[in-house]
């Protein structure tokens, strides 16, 4: 098989990637952008998601459909749950100062950690796939005139090409939000003024609430729909967390549309990167990036200057 079928399935996995690392990129934008608040626990969220996914799965019966229903359902509920009382219970304290709520998070992020180590234990969970049909991929060939080849290895599954059309419809879903809707004005509201916004009625502290659990509750949808690919385990929440700040920072801070363009470009040179090279050498290449960025446009790519 020629270069051009590999650079197709790196491609591939690529986007695959991308998918899910916006929809985790994008709640941490989100957090940061409404509430200044770095959240350093936002891969635990990630992982918390993968291991209730694991676990609701696992004990609903019938068709493998059923029980990935159910955990799309319930385990981005249950962790952005989490994540608005802890919310109530420490940054809320805290004041949400800056410098605070950093060591916070990290120590929220030990607690999500050792907490699913001593509930889940330390073995890596597999959850099946609702659908799993392979597919293979055609590729254009020019000997002879113009025609489709199947080559053999060339293909994908159907759950993987779902993963991308989920991810970019919960996008959808969350501009139209955004955009349109009386919440998506408050925490807009929000966003521009905490202040301001107090003062004309809005509860900003609830708004706080919400939105640092639709962070989490985006991370852990990421996780639900990614799990039947990879496996639960209550250490993955490593590589979420620093790819998402690298696309955080690269797309702007607080940019929803600058983090997912990011999300994109870093998942798919991660994906074919780490098809032809190594994945350490992908997480390298984003590093340099992320100072490259920060050296000839600190803002990011859409985010505003600060002034």
């Not at 984003?286 to 490259?292: E, G, I, R, S, Y």
Request: net charge neutral; hydrophobic share 60%; charged share 10%.
């Amino acid at each position: 098989m020629d270069l051009g079928p590999y650079l197709l399935l790196a491609t591939l996995e690529g986007a695959i990637t991308a998918a899910v690392l916006a929809l985790t990129a994008v709640g941490l934008s989100l957090v940061f952008g409404v509430m200044r608040v770095v959240n350093v626990a936002h891969g635990e969220f990630f992982m918390l998601g993968a291991v209730l996914s694991w676990f609701v799965a696992s004990h609903v019966g019938g068709h493998p459909a059923l029980g990935f229903v159910a955990a799309l359902l319930i385990a981005p509920a249950l962790a952005g749950l989490i994540a608005a009382a802890a919310d109530w219970l420490v940054l809320r304290r805290i004041d949400y100062d800056p410098e605070r709520t950093i060591v916070a998070t990290i120590g929220m992020l030990y607690i999500l950690q050792q907490g699913a180590l001593m509930t889940f234990g330390p073995d890596a969970r597999p959850v099946e796939p609702p659908f799993n049909q392979r597919l293979a991929l055609p590729w254009p060939s020019f000997e002879g005139g113009f025609h489709l080849t199947w080559p053999w290895g060339l293909g994908t599954t159907s759950y993987k090409l779902f993963i991308i059309v989920a991810a970019v419809s919960i996008l959808c879903i969350l501009w139209a939000i955004m955009a349109r809707s009386r919440i998506g004005l408050i925490m807009r509201a929000t966003q521009m003024d905490g202040e301001m916004a107090q003062a004309f009625g809005i509860p900003v502290e609830r708004v706080y609430a919400f939105v640092f659990g639709l962070g989490a509750a985006l991370a852990a949808l990421g996780a639900v729909l990614i799990v039947p690919v990879q496996q639960a385990h209550y250490l993955m929440g490593g590589d979420p967390l620093l790819l998402s700040f690298i696309v955080v920072i690269i797309g702007g801070l607080g940019s929803l549309p600058g983090t997912v363009i990011a999300a994109l470009l870093i998942g798919l040179s991660d994906g074919i990167v780490s098809v032809f090279f190594s994945p350490t050498l992908a997480k390298i290449i984003a590093t340099l990036l992320v100072a490259f960025v920060l050296i000839l446009r600190p803002q990011g790519l859409l985010g505003k200057r600060a002034t």
